[in-house]
């Protein structure tokens, strides 16, 4: 995530103008000229300068002081990635984490408190896959809300479970709607090397995109072919029980996905040793090599 994405910004700039030429332009022969054309502009000039710059210019102020000393105690304390980082890369990550908590809902369910550390992990988590590709965004997909436990799956996501032999831990609704567990949420930066993080996982589904498919929205046209034949290789492989992933990627390749995610940043020593191929094509996604 840019702060301030000036080519964005510009190509923005740019679309908006030639959009009010092309609806005003026509009308300069003929009579009702002198209401369409600023009308046109009118709207036009809002647009840009009341809905999409406003966006950017509270980024730029949120990247001069994106985190306080608490905030940084409290990743530096749960979060052993950000802990590891560099002081330039930790900036980086803070901005990104400021940036996605001033832009995205996050509540609470049935009772629990979103405290300022819930909001922490909650964005560590999503920002771990976005940090290394400051040209991608996440959009507006609806508000994160925080469940206190499991929840059922037959479509009214009560988070009473009696009875329910596999309740869910995370979910990203068809809607745009995020759900995670919190106790799970807390326990994957608590343990943070057993291929399990609910953050990730429901994180990597947004990136998937809106029909999720276990190809990403943001994959490189060059890098469709060669991560589809890793992805049907190592999805035959764990329907085989011969993949390192757990039998959950097995169920589709959306899952697939979301599963290889989990393994990639939280077992990327296990990956890169029994599924090369694998970590090569998410490392080349991410830019990263963890
Ligand atoms: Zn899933």
């Not at 803070?94 to 049935?110: K, N, P, Q, S, Y």
């Not at 979103?114 to 996440?138: C, H």
């Not at 589809?228 to 589709?252: N, P």
Request: hydrophobic residues 40%; charged residues 25%; glycine residues 8%.
């Amino acid at each position: 995530m840019e702060p301030f994405p000036r080519r964005r910004i510009l190509g923005r700039l740019r679309l908006t103008v030639l959009v009010c030429l092309l609806l005003s332009v026509p009308f300069l022969w003929q009579a009702r000229a002198p209401i369409v054309a600023p009308v046109v502009w009118i709207l036009g000039t809002g647009y840009f300068l009341g809905l999409f710059l406003p966006r950017y210019l509270r980024r730029r102020r949120l990247a001069r002081i994106p985190l306080s000393d608490a905030d940084r105690e409290i990743l530096e304390r749960r979060v052993s990635f950000y802990a590891a980082l560099s002081d330039a890369d930790r900036a980086e990550y803070g901005t990104d984490v400021a940036i996605f908590l001033a832009e995205h809902r996050i509540e609470g369910v049935d009772g629990v408190e979103v405290t300022r550390e819930v909001r922490l992990l909650v964005a560590a988590s999503a920002v771990r896959l976005v940090f290394r590709r400051p040209d991608w965004e996440y959009g507006d997909f609806g508000t994160i809300l925080i469940y206190p436990g499991g929840f059922r799956t037959d479509g009214t996501y009560s988070t009473d479970i009696a009875g329910e032999s596999d309740p869910a831990i995370g979910l990203v609704h068809s809607g745009g709607n995020v759900i995670l567990s919190l106790p799970h949420l807390q326990s994957a930066f608590r343990t943070g090397n057993d291929g399990l993080n609910v953050g990730y996982h429901e994180f990597a589904h947004v990136l998937d995109g809106t029909g999720p498919d276990g190809i990403p929205d943001a994959l490189d046209l060059g890098a469709y072919r060669p991560w589809v034949e890793v992805m049907q290789r190592e999805f035959e492989k764990v329907h085989k029980g011969r993949s390192l992933l757990r039998s959950y990627a097995g169920t589709d390749p959306a899952e697939f996905f979301a599963c290889a995610v989990e393994a990639f940043f939280e077992q990327p020593d296990k990956v890169r040793e029994k599924a090369p191929d694998l970590y090569a094509q998410l490392s080349r996604f991410f830019n990263q090599r963890p």
